[in-house]
């Protein structure tokens, strides 16, 4: 294993050398932080000083743990024939088991090591499948509150950190409910929820903030979507207007122009085949007055939900709404996506009942529900 210690301002800067120094494969054997300079204890210039490795030969890496054995063991027999003291012997001794362990605690995979106080919340970050880059950036700020304020650092102000960190990587991106665009429209893949997920919104415009709304479906491939919508409608006493292509959907604008709001709901397909976001294209209008949130399961895959949002890159997306939070524990790939695409989070929805499961997000509250 080849081993170096580098020292940089930050975290981040000592990773860009060691990458450029030991490539992509390296890891992070220990990390602390350390002051240099000053006079008289003054003014003295806060470090990062990072000890990296790379394996370059599993096979290499046992003949040198054999090495170390050997070489701790003449330690042992040298100091029962000389006069070496027993003090420098037992540091010699401890500076080579400890190397021996390094070498024996490097993972092939290229997995970075945190000390064990903080290797609980690398793993947990882990878990909840935030990627391999949004971690590394979370844990470097963990990392050096860690050294830096030790003996004030506990469970909860390193979490504390962690979701500082999070909201520092958001800050560019907008964060937003509905908006004052006449017209609503939720797009997405079968099985979100969409249908369910526009009653609530329709419900919280009407009730909470006493609009006049109506609804606009061009879901007309399920059987059963018609009828749930206008059961919800029935319920808030909106009218439906059923559109099957383009001229359909300006005669139904025209119908409901006396209306503050118009929600649109569009048809769950496989949006993994283009032609059906192009068929979307065809029947509605995404640039007049119209807001659209396109709608994630959190049950699904990230890598799926990549590709729906490419499928869906050439309609305007405002913001994103994820449905099913209260049937998943790991939802690292909000944060995945929201980070990739620069696109915030309007709703989360947590439940059946309508119009009660939906929460609004801003900036604060999505981190709180990202890292419960």
């Known amino acids: 294993m080849k081993i170096k210690k580098y020292k940089a301002s930050s975290l981040q800067e000592a990773m860009k050398y060691i990458r450029k120094d030991l490539g992509q494969d390296a890891v992070i054997l220990n990390s602390k932080v350390v002051y240099t300079g000053g006079?008289?204890?003054?003014?003295?210039?806060?470090?990062?000083?990072?000890?990296?490795?790379i394996d370059d030969d599993p096979d290499k890496r046992t003949k040198k743990i054999a090495r170390i054995?050997?070489?701790v063991e003449r330690i042992q027999e040298q100091n029962t024939e000389s006069s070496t003291s027993n003090e420098t012997v037992h540091l010699l001794m401890e500076e080579m088991r400890g190397l021996k362990k390094l070498i024996q605690n490097v993972p092939q995979s290229g997995e970075r090591i945190y000390p064990d106080e903080l290797a609980v919340f690398e793993n947990t970050l882990k878990r909840q499948g935030i990627s391999d880059e949004i971690r590394t950036k979370i844990m470097s700020s963990v990392v050096e509150a860690f050294y830096l304020n030790k003996k004030e650092m506990d469970v909860d102000h390193l979490w504390d950190v962690i979701k500082k960190e999070v909201k520092n990587e958001l800050s560019s991106i907008s964060f937003h409910g509905m908006s004052n665009k006449k017209y609503i429209n939720v797009i997405g893949p079968t099985g979100v929820g969409k249908?369910?997920?526009?009653?609530?919104?329709?419900?919280?415009m009407k009730i909470k903030?006493?609009?006049?709304?109506?609804f606009i479906t061009t879901d007309t491939y399920r059987i059963a979507a018609i009828e749930q919508l206008k059961t919800y409608a029935n319920i808030l006493n909106a009218p439906v207007e059923v559109c099957y292509n383009a001229e359909d959907f300006i005669k139904a604008k025209t119908k409901l122009h006396s209306y503050d709001v118009v929600f649109i709901d569009t048809a769950g397909r496989n949006f993994m085949e283009q032609q059906y976001v192009k068929d979307l294209e065809k029947v509605i209008d995404f640039h007049h007055d119209m807001e659209t949130f396109l709608v994630f399961s959190l049950t699904a895959k990230y890598e799926d939900m990549e590709s729906i949002f490419e499928q869906f890159s050439t309609i305007p997306i405002h913001q994103f709404i994820f449905t099913k939070y209260d049937e998943t524990s790991?939802?690292?790939a909000m944060l995945n996506l929201i980070m990739k695409t620069r696109i915030g989070c309007g709703y989360i929805t947590n439940g059946q009942d309508v119009p009660d499961d939906i929460q609004k997000m801003d900036r604060e509250k999505f981190v709180e529900w990202l890292l419960r």
């Open 330 to 332: 790991t939802r690292g």
């Open 209 to 214: 903030q006493g609009k006049s709304i109506a």
């Open 39 to 53: 006079f008289f204890g003054l003014f003295q210039k806060k470090n990062i000083e990072v000890i990296a490795g």
């Open 195 to 204: 249908t369910t997920t526009l009653a609530k919104l329709a419900a919280e």
């Open 69 to 71: 054995e050997t070489s």
